[in-house]
């Protein structure tokens, strides 16, 4: 006789709960009503200003805020500001109708930038985000995809960092480059080599800032070093080039257990 048990079920995903901030209240009914209909939001908390969000989060944790930017007194980006300065802050996705704010977003590293009027898709992408956000968290702290915002043919949508190869200075501005196309951003190269750089960025001269997880070859040829991304060599600096090398061999070579 074989006894046999059936492998436990999969635990349900847990529900969220979240804050809907919108001093309009029209927009801020509309904002509650698509949330609620989202499948993986379990309470949605309303509030019409940044000072009575605030008061509502230190009573009651929320997992992320969907919030509009413009409002009188403590505006969506200065609470933001005092977001950021949480020891465990939740994801902030910003739902406006004006797209000027885009960089001061990124910035502080929201989630996502929502124009209104809202489509059901859009905040369902949204909320995707913010659920990847919180269990990259939970996985691996530090370790979240975060996201630069970029504007395509007049139309703001975020670019997740691991899709971007390399990133070439361009004044104050930064292209960044995928393997589906280019996006200029207003943010200097030295300001994304700071913020990425625990995330495997490194730079290789002045004007670029690698991936290193997308480094397929190395070249030495002539006394010249470059690199191959996604079909694109690129020329490394002398400068650059041991340090270069030394994290390359440390990323290839396997952990070994310490005797």
């Known amino acids: 006789m074989t006894n046999s048990t059936s492998p436990p079920a999969a635990a349900a995903p847990e529900l969220l709960r979240v804050l809907a901030l919108d001093d309009e209240a029209p927009a801020l009914d509309e904002l509650v009503w698509l949330l609620g209909r989202e499948e993986r939001i379990g309470e949605v908390i309303s509030s019409d200003s940044a000072a009575e969000a605030l008061r509502i989060l230190h009573e009651r944790p929320v997992d992320a805020i969907f919030m509009d930017i413009q409002m009188p007194g403590l505006t969506g980006l200065d609470l933001a500001r005092v977001l ?8 902030v996705v910003f739902v406006t109708a004006h797209e ?6 990124f910035e502080l590293n929201v989630v996502d930038y929502v124009l209104k009027p809202v489509r059901d898709e859009r905040l369902a992408e949204a909320v995707r985000r913010v659920v990847s956000r919180i269990e990259g968290r939970e996985a691996a702290p530090g370790a979240e995809d975060d996201s630069i915002l970029v504007e395509l043919a007049g139309v703001s949508r975020l670019i997740p960092r691991s899709e ?3 990133v070439e200075a361009q004044g104050d501005y930064a292209r960044l480059h995928t393997a589906t196309g280019s996006h200029l ?3 200097p190269l ?3 080599a700071d913020q990425w750089r625990d995330a495997g960025f490194v730079r290789i001269h002045r004007s670029l800032l690698v991936a290193l997880g997308h480094i397929t070859e190395w070249r030495t040829e002539g006394g010249r070093t470059t690199v191959v991304l996604g079909g694109h060599e690129l020329g490394v600096s002398r400068r650059h080039t041991r340090a270069l090398r030394d994290l390359l061999v440390k990323r290839a070579q396997p952990g070994k257990e310490r005797r």
Do not use: E, G
């Open 100 to 105: 000027q704010h885009a960089v001061d977003a």
């Open 190 to 192: 030295t300001t994304l």
């Open 84 to 91: 950021s300065r949480f020891s465990t802050k939740p994801p």
């Open 185 to 187: 951003v207003r943010v």
């Open 164 to 166: 971007v190869l390399y």
